[in-house]
């Protein structure tokens, strides 16, 4: 069997590391299995809320990640196809018409909870005469539609103990009882369509194998197999990841922009870092940078995922941005070190000096100016360390500045003025880089040239 994923954001907002998970699990799970086929289906039946920039946005994000779907679908192209599986269910009489509103049914749901039972929908409408159906409508009401869940024997007001039951590929074993449940909403009383009938039209007919999705949607499952079955269509296996929350515990959400691909990606972090946590969290063993989507694959362990929520740390994604940063070479870095004003014919080994401080390729900017400025300010010294600064110039080495400057320099100077450590190494340090800390000044001077070390000593 040919493994089919999908991933189905609806184009309501930007997508997040959140959203990115369960993209990259079902991207990850389909490459493992030769001619594994990975759909992006747009959610976007919610014609008020959807968006197509907010669609395109999110084919770009997965792109930027290296995800290259294998088909894209829209539900705004298939609403025929709803159409027709609804029909099939009303003409079955397992999807029946509903005319309460939601403050009858808010009211409805209190009066069980103060009786000490479950909110669960009595199915009311199903007593509903034809002429009563007439009377309410003729009143305006118009009905939204509920689909009959398979948990009785005869009589659908004596519902009994149904188990739904899968082995969940992430979660293991996974048993939900329809009889817990309300009958589910597909269509609206506007006549559009709740999340549920679509997406299982759609998966029947794309041929959908697996579905990996977030374990929000586990008591989902139970109802939706159900559907499946009533329509006569394959029922995929089914796995449910965790989730991510902030770091208070709040969850992740599309319309805030917080944490959204295009934000992170606008910040300057890598693919990469945010891949690597977004597969790695929740799972067994360190999550570390890995260089591709090839190397993350072959570390998840999909049997092995943690089931309790796992939390989003920024500071952690910092780490493994500049691991990454840290490993990159030079080739990978060219374009971005040639828009942030590095000289073509120094920008390798300007790069080989610098990456180990940069958390971000963005960071060589600051570099750059540091090596590259013409004018600078110089941090403020004590009397003594000018004066050391001074003799320090007088004994800077003939001849081209090459690797080996730095230490005859500094032995030369060790010599001359009784200096070592840090009294040696700090003055020279903040005259030349006007920082405390940074790249070693050994890598640095033959970027900077003679002139302009001289210059920063004077």
């Known amino acids: 069997m040919t493994v089919t994923v999908r991933f189905a954001p609806s184009p309501t907002g930007q997508i997040h590391i959140g959203n990115l998970r369960t993209a990259l699990l079902n991207w990850l799970y389909a490459k493992r299995d030769a001619g594994g086929r990975f759909v992006l289906r747009f959610d976007d039946t919610d014609a008020e809320r959807s968006r197509r920039e907010y669609a395109d946005g999110i084919e770009a994000d997965l792109a930027w990640i290296g995800i290259a779907p294998d088909q894209v679908v829209r539900q705004s192209d298939r609403v025929a196809l709803y159409d027709a599986a609804a029909e099939r269910l009303k003409a079955e009489g397992l999807l029946y018409p509903c005319y309460e509103t939601p403050d009858e049914l808010d009211r409805r749901r209190k009066r069980l909870a103060a009786r000490g039972l479950p909110p669960v929908y009595g199915r009311e409408a199903l007593r509903l005469t034809d002429d009563e159906k007439m009377s309410v409508e003729a009143e305006g009401r118009r009905p939204h539609w509920r689909f009959l869940l398979p948990n009785f024997a005869g009589d659908p007001f004596a519902p009994q103990r149904t188990e739904i039951t899968w082995n969940d590929i992430l979660r293991g074993p996974q048993t939900v009882d329809l009889a817990s449940l309300s009958d589910p909403v597909l269509i609206r009383e506007d006549g559009s369509y709740l999340y549920t009938l679509p997406s299982i039209v759609d998966d029947g007919d794309l041929g959908v194998s697996h579905i990996i999705r977030g374990d929000d949607h586990v008591t989902n499952t139970g109802v939706q197999i159900a559907i499946f079955r009533a329509l006569g269509l394959t029922v995929p296996t089914f796995g449910h990841h965790n989730l991510l929350t902030t770091v208070s515990g709040e969850g992740l959400s599309k319309r805030s922009g917080a944490l959204s691909l295009k934000t992170l990606r606008e910040e300057g972090y890598e693919p990469m870092a945010l891949a690597s946590l977004a597969g790695l969290v929740g799972m067994p063993g360190s999550i570390d940078a890995m260089p591709n989507l090839e190397a993350l694959g072959d570390r ?159």
């Open 300 to 458: 998840l362990e999909f049997g092995e995922a943690s089931t309790t929520a796992s939390r989003f740390d920024p500071a952690e994604l910092d780490r493994l941005n500049a691991d990454l940063v840290h490993a990159m070479p030079f080739e990978a870095a060219r374009d971005r070190l040639a828009e942030v004003g590095v000289p073509g014919d120094e920008a390798e080994p300007f790069w080989a000096a610098v990456r180990g401080n940069c958390a971000k390729v963005g960071d060589a900017r600051l570099w750059a100016g540091v090596v590259f400025a013409d004018a600078f300010d110089r941090a403020e010294l004590s009397d003594d360390d000018r004066a050391f600064l001074r003799a320090a110039r007088d004994l800077f080495p003939d001849g081209p500045v090459g690797e080996a400057t730095w230490r005859d320099w500094t032995g030369r100077l060790k010599t001359e003025t009784g200096r070592k450590g840090k009294g040696l190494f700090m003055p020279l340090r903040l005259a030349l880089t006007g920082r405390d800390h940074g790249p070693e000044l050994a890598a640095l001077l033959p970027l900077m040239g003679r002139e302009r070390v001289l210059a920063r000593l004077a």
